[in-house]
């Protein structure tokens, strides 16, 4: 299984978009053990939403629509509401 999740920090009004097969040790990775890379410069991160998927196409596909305009849109009215 594999789990198409969306990050947020609030206190850089940042979003990010993932896919993993597990999904805590992902998000620890984010906030407190990854070294390098986009997200460290943005912690602390909070999940606020996760689909969960049978097949890795089928994530990385959900993963490539959220990442368009219209699934950006989608993710800032979630964390707006």
Known sequence: MFTVYVLHSESHQKIYIGYTSNLDARFESHNLLAKKGWTIKFRPWKIVHTEIFQSKSE????????KSAKGREFIWKLIST
Request: glycine fraction near 0%; aromatic fraction near 0%.
């Open 59 to 66: 994530a990385m596909k959900r993963e490539k629509a959220l």
